[in-house]
Structure formats: C-alpha cells, structure tokens
C-alpha cells in the first residue's frame, strides 16, 4: 500500500484533483467548510426519453476548497463517520430550495428536483419536520422534490428511518431507490418502502452494450419498474446508441454526460435555457 499523508495535514504540493484521497481533509476543514457555505449543491439535467424535453435535475455536492473543487467521494465517508451529514445535508437542501425558487423567477419551467439522502443517517435528522418548515420559507410544492435513497446498511433493522421514509412520502415527495442492481439497493426495499422510481446504478448502463449481464440487468429493471407501475431513470448515458438503447428498453428518463454533467446553478439554468429553446 501507498503511504498516506497523516490525516488533518495537507501536501505541501497541490496535488491534482483525482489524486485528493479523504484522509488529506481534517475534520476542522470539513466544519470550517460547512460554517463557510462551501458545500455547494451542483446540477445535472435529466431528461424524458421520450419526448426529449427537460424532466429534472439531480443535485450533486460539490466542496469548493480555496480553489479545488472537491468530488463527493472524497469527502462524503469523512462526513458520514463523523456525524457531519446532518448539518451538510441541511445546507444542500437549502441551497437547492433557493435555487429552485431563483429558476422559477428566470423563466425555467417547474422541474422536477432530486436530492441525494444517506439513509443511514435518516433517523436523526427529523427530515419530514425540517422540510416542512424550510418550505414555509421556500414556497416550493413537495410533489417537484424527489429524495434519492441509497442503502448503505440494511434499512431492515432501522425502523426509525423506515418511519422517516414513509412520512415523507406521506408529505407529497417522491421517492427514488437510488444504485438500483448494485448490492446495496435490493428488491427488498421496493417491498418495504413506497418508493416512486428506481433509479438503475450507472455501471450497469455503462456497459449496457459492451457486456450482456450488464444489459439483461438495464433490461429487466426496466421492465420491473413497468410492471410496479414506477418511474424508471437511467444514470450514466454517455453516448448516443445508450441513449436509444434506454428508449429501445422503454426506460423513461435519462441522465448522464450526453446531455451534461452537473453544474453550478447559474449554469445549469443558462443550459437550460438555451435547452428549452
Ligand atoms: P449517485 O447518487 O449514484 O450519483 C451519480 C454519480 O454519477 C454522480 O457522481 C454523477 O456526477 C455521476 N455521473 C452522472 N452521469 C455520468 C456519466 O454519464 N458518466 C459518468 N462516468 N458519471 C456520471 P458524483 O457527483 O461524483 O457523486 C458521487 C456520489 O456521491 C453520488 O452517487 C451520491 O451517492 C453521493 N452524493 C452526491 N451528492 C450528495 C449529497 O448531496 N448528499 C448525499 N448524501 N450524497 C451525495
Ligand atoms: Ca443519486
Ligand atoms: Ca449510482
Ligand atoms: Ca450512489
């Protein structure tokens, strides 16, 4: 194995982006950013296969370090073991609730809003009671705002986060089983919880034409989500024959970097834009 840095203590030279590992970031860079507004909710467009028109955006954190910007798996297991997803998850939520508001106000038609949740952590942020309260003072409706859940533990024991869920889900949003086909999001949960969608995990959309696994698993997910009667979003759509291969599949949104990856705000909406016209 490499040897890594100590924790809490950056390398005096810059390194590049893809070579930041987690342990570089102390846990005061992460509070210090967090009190500073640095972990900003960045945006990808999804769109509805069939008619080619705009049906979303998922938002993707992003933490702007001085002048890095710092991808989610570098810092979301930090975060995650450290008890500092509630406070970072408050700050996304707020962000895109803003957002949302300023799109409305520029012209963009109402679009539907996804946000990634850590299902582990549901049970102590009182998720249905803060959304209440933030959308007093973001008048936005619940039914634009779809909570992507991923399983990283069972959420088999976890009763309060099955409560959490489903009271959500009671408050008018959508639910997404987010990593759908990957070991942690199981046909169980669609059982269990009242999801909306099912979100297939982009290494299998990927490798939808290159590997025949890869593609009976697009193939019967969507074919799944007909037969549950949910909405089905692909990830991970980097050309064109992917793209007709979803429709081919009658999979009904796709996401990836055929259309855009996730961008800030201020150009996610010029895109947009530009998009609809
Ligand atoms: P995810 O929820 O599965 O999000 C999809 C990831 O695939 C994103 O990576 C996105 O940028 C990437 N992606 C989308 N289209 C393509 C494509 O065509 N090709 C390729 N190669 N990649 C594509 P990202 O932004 O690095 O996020 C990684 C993960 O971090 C997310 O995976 C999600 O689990 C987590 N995450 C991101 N933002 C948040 C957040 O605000 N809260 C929580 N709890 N988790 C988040
Ligand atoms: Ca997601
Ligand atoms: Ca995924
Ligand atoms: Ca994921």
């Given at each position: 194995?490499?040897?890594?840095?100590?924790?809490?203590?950056?390398?005096?030279?810059?390194?590049?982006?893809?070579?930041?590992?987690?342990?570089?970031?102390?846990?005061?860079?992460?509070?210090?950013?967090?009190?500073?507004?640095?972990?900003?909710?960045?945006?990808?467009?999804?769109?509805?296969?069939?008619?080619?028109?705009?049906?979303?955006?998922?938002?993707?954190?992003?933490?702007?370090?001085?002048?890095?910007i710092i991808m989610p798996d570098h810092f979301l297991p930090i975060i995650e073991s450290q008890q500092l997803i509630l406070p970072m998850t408050k700050s996304v939520i707020e962000q895109t609730l803003k957002q949302m508001i300023s799109w409305r106000e520029a012209g963009l038609p109402d679009i539907q809003v996804s946000i990634n949740l850590s299902a582990a952590?549901?049970?102590?942020?009182?998720?249905?009671?803060?959304?209440?309260?933030?959308?007093?003072?973001?008048?936005?409706?619940?039914?634009?705002?779809t909570f992507e859940i991923t399983e990283r533990i069972s959420l088999e024991s976890n009763q309060p986060t099955l409560d959490t869920i489903t009271r959500l889900r009671l408050k008018g949003f959508y639910l997404s089983l987010d990593d759908f086909g990957t070991g942690y999001s199981s046909l169980a949960q669609l059982d269990r919880l009242p999801f909306n969608e099912i979100k297939i995990d982009k290494s299998f959309v990927m490798?939808?034409?290159?590997?025949?696994?890869?593609?009976?698993?697009?193939?019967?997910?969507?074919?799944?989500?007909?037969?549950?009667?949910?909405?089905?979003?692909?990830?991970?759509?980097?050309?064109?024959a992917c793209e007709q291969f979803l429709k081919d599949s009658g999979c009904d949104i796709g996401q990836g970097y055929l259309y855009s990856r996730a961008l800030p705000s201020h150009a996610f909406q010029q895109w947009a834009l530009e998009y609809l016209k």
């Open positions: 194995l490499l040897q890594q840095p100590q924790a809490s203590t950056m390398p005096t030279s810059k390194p590049k982006q893809s070579s930041l590992h987690a342990q570089y970031f102390s846990i005061q860079d992460i509070e210090s950013g967090l009190a500073a507004g640095a972990f900003i909710p960045y945006f990808q467009p999804q769109i509805n296969l069939e008619s080619g028109l705009l049906h979303g955006v998922e938002a993707l954190v992003r933490w702007h370090y001085g002048c890095q952590y549901l049970n102590q942020l009182n998720l249905p009671q803060l959304m209440t309260d933030l959308l007093q003072e973001y008048p936005v409706n619940s039914s634009h705002i490798h939808a034409l290159s590997s025949p696994i890869s593609r009976v698993i697009v193939e019967s997910s969507v074919a799944l989500a007909k037969q549950l009667g949910v909405r089905c979003v692909a990830e991970g759509i980097e050309s064109q």
